[in-house]
């Protein structure tokens, strides 16, 4: 399964919303989708997992939401600490098992 | 505290053999798989491989089967991740994370550098 996320790049203000797309070439079986975030020389951070279940300590201006082929990841409202590059990442069991994440989306300012 | 740290950025020439680790600590270490993730300089992220701490049982990603080996020492809670045969292409930033539930990495390493130059 390839995962596709759009936009590359997401140009936004703090206080505004960001909406980040992730498009999976099959459809994902058992809710097996997450959300990580990750800025620059730091290890990702867990943020959604099961498509739409917050982490631990994740506030709630992050949800998640989709299923089949077509997941979305929703910052309510922008915070100067994340601007940062997010990935979305599946669990295939096709032909075999393999993890595999997106592209990346970066939220900038 | 539960953690996973990993050993050391390492500079390497090509063709060169490297191992390196990813220690666990604050929670049982045979309880969830480990997984590698690689990140090249700018680049995202790419899954390497998990294996079962309990019994060395490892998946590896298909990009990297027969590539480097992943395994285990249970006496002292570590994971490794091993190469026989060094390329440049192989300079990289690897991560160890626990995987637990359906697939979600919720603690990862603090990485590790590997850089491969003649």
């Known amino acids: 399964i390839v995962l596709t996320q759009s936009p590359a790049t997401l140009s936004l203000s703090p206080g505004e919303r960001a909406t980040l797309s992730c498009r999976a070439s099959?459809?994902?079986?058992?809710?097996?989708l997450a959300w990580y975030q990750q800025k620059p020389g730091q290890a990702p951070r867990l943020l959604i997992y099961?498509?739409?279940n917050r982490a631990t300590g994740i506030p709630a201006r992050f949800s998640g939401s989709g299923s089949g082929t077509d997941f979305t990841l929703t910052i309510s409202s922008l915070e100067p600490e994340d601007f940062a590059i997010y990935y979305c990442?599946?669990?295939?069991?096709?032909?075999?098992?393999?993890?595999?994440f997106g592209p990346g989306t970066k939220v900038d300012i | 505290e539960v953690q996973l740290v990993q050993s050391g950025a390492e500079l390497k020439r090509p063709g060169e053999s490297l191992r390196i680790s990813c220690k666990v600590s604050?929670?049982?270490?045979?309880?969830?798989?480990i997984n590698w993730v690689r990140q090249m300089p700018g680049r995202g992220l790419e899954w390497m491989g998990r294996?079962?701490?309990?019994?060395?049982?490892?998946f590896y990603g298909s990009s990297f089967q027969g590539h480097v080996r992943i395994s285990v020492d249970q006496s002292i809670s570590t994971a490794f991740l091993q190469w026989s045969n060094l390329e440049a292409s192989d300079s990289a930033t690897y991560y160890c994370?626990?995987?637990?539930?359906?697939?979600?990495?919720?603690?990862w390493g603090q990485g590790t550098v590997v850089s491969v130059s003649s």
């Open positions: 099961d498509v739409s």
């Open positions: 994370a626990r995987e637990v539930g359906r697939l979600e990495f919720d603690l």
């Open positions: 604050g929670y049982s270490f045979t309880n969830y798989w």
């Open positions: 294996i079962d701490p309990s019994d060395s049982f490892v």
């Open positions: 990442h599946q669990r295939s069991n096709w032909g075999g098992f393999e993890f595999t």
């Open positions: 099959q459809s994902v079986s058992g809710s097996s």
